[in-house]
């Protein structure tokens, strides 16, 4: 039975550390590849996209603490919380508002979160990666992130400085892997 993002988001928020959740992982599984695209689309020589990427589930995570169901679905809000954010993010590498006449300035938050807030998710972040690595190879999960953060095989390989196949091969098992887990 498929659980829905709402129901997803209602099990997160009554857990008492839902960083460790299979639901969490399952939620950011869910949005990773929005998050890449969207990334991709935005990218620009002032910021990197891994930047963005992070930027993306940042919002992901406040969008998950902060969604009322009253309002409309999970995926539309998280749309335009991830959008915003990534959005607000290129404006303020550029430095220069006026060199962003191509986004909507209205839905761009006034706000993307405390400085305590973003040391709890840097936090929460780090101990993702490091349960990552207990699950990953070091090579998998470095193919695995760079992956996500909307690197080709053949970036990743050149990166890496390893072949096509090792990055096929090492992305096939970590999705393996954590297709098990969850």
Do not use: H
């Not at 220069?96 to 761009?108: N, R």
Request: one cysteine or more.
């Amino acid at each position: 039975m498929k659980v829905t993002d709402e129901e997803l988001v209602d099990i997160i928020n009554r857990q008492s550390d839902p960083m460790q959740s299979s639901e969490t992982a399952l939620l950011i599984s869910r949005y990773s590849s929005a998050i890449r695209i969207k990334a991709a689309k935005l990218r620009n020589k002032n910021i990197e996209p891994e930047d963005l990427c992070q930027e993306g589930y940042l919002a992901l995570f406040e969008a998950v603490r902060s969604f009322d169901r009253d309002k409309g679905s999970f995926s539309a809000y998280a749309g335009v919380c991830i959008a915003n954010r990534m959005k607000n993010s290129v404006i303020k590498a550029s430095g220069k508002l006026e060199k962003a006449e191509d986004f909507d300035l209205t839905l761009v938050p006034d706000e993307s979160g405390s400085a305590d807030e973003y040391l709890i998710t840097k936090e929460d972040n780090s101990e993702i990666t490091g349960k990552l690595l207990k699950i990953l190879t070091e090579k998998e999960y470095d193919v695995l992130r760079l992956y996500l953060d909307g690197y080709s095989y053949k970036q990743i390989a050149e990166k890496m400085k390893i072949s096509l196949k090792s990055v096929d091969n090492g992305l096939s098992r970590a999705r393996k892997k954590l297709r098990e887990l969850l």
